[in-house]
């Protein structure tokens, strides 16, 4: 017989006792008595109590995280959040349980590789460093595609190391970025198009970016100015004046001002410039 007791009367504050008890018999067979173990296991309850309150403190958090979450042992998917079903559209927890992470994305990921196969390098990866972040492409019960940010972590769960697993929506994101690139492949378009030449100056006044159209101009290639301060091409007499006016532009004090400028041959040109300062 054994069986586990809280005893308030043993230690400061009682203590959990481990019994186990077997019948002493005599030599007529018959139970005279009892032999009895006793193990005081208050530690290992405190440790089981502590663990079960994490435990508790983690699912509140994982069930009521904004964050679409899943749980998965390795290979298939044990658990997910009422985010992540609302992410992926389905009807219920049961569409998205017992499956691998492939099976809710397209047969190839956007550089081509296998998602069955790339996710397999993804787990390993996570196991390996403890946690691991990526992009992904993702698949709803519905059909539709969508770009994501996965992060694999790695942690104890019941004796085991299982994957948490974070994903984010990042379609949002990916259109901005879109659109930001479209509109700088817009105006690279524009200015190199320009007849006029556009240059952009750091604080020192060294040359950050110039339009092919100097080349023309000057006969500069922009890859021969870049990295150069644009007063090394003043006309010494208009020095002095184009360097107070730069500090001025600098404060946004001053637009406009005219100068002259040797070109690649040596030979004088005079210029307009348009300055203005950016944010």
């Known amino acids: 017989l054994t069986g586990e007791v809280f005893i308030s009367s043993f230690g400061k504050s009682g203590s959990h006792i481990w019994a186990k008890a077997s019948p002493l018999y005599d030599s007529a067979g018959e139970v005279s008595g009892a032999i009895e173990s006793l193990r005081d296991i208050t530690e290992r309850k405190k440790t089981e109590e502590l663990l079960k309150e994490s435990e508790s403190k983690f699912r509140l958090l994982f069930e009521r995280s904004a964050d679409a979450m899943f749980l998965m042992d390795g290979k298939k998917f044990i658990d997910c959040n009422n985010a992540a079903i609302e992410m992926m559209k389905s009807s219920c927890r049961d569409e998205l349980l017992d499956i691998h992470p492939s099976e809710i994305s397209p047969e190839r990921q956007t550089d081509g590789n296998s998602s069955r196969e790339k996710s397999e390098e993804m787990i390993k990866k996570a196991f390996e460093k403890g946690t691991h972040k990526f992009e992904w492409i993702r698949r709803r019960s519905n059909g539709e595609e969508f770009p994501a940010t996965i992060t694999l972590t790695a942690i ?21 970025e879109k659109t930001l690139l479209e509109s700088r492949e817009l ?8 007849n006029d030449i556009i240059l952009f100056l750091d604080p020192s006044g060294r040359i950050t970016y110039i339009s092919p159209v100097v080349e023309q101009a000057f006969g500069y290639s922009p890859r021969e100015l870049l990295g150069r301060s644009f007063v090394e091409h003043i006309h010494e007499e208009d020095l002095a004046g184009v360097r107070e006016r730069f500090e001025q532009a600098i404060t946004g004090k001053l637009k406009n001002y005219e100068f002259r400028v040797l070109d690649k041959e040596n030979r004088v040109r005079y210029v307009r410039v348009s300055a203005r300062l950016l944010g």
Request: proline share 3%; glycine share 4%; hydrophobic share 40%.
């Open 156 to 176: 104890p769960w019941k004796g085991e190391q299982i994957l948490h697993v974070t994903v984010k929506d990042i379609t949002e994101r990916k259109a901005a």
């Open 187 to 194: 105006y690279r378009k524009l200015v190199e198009n320009l």
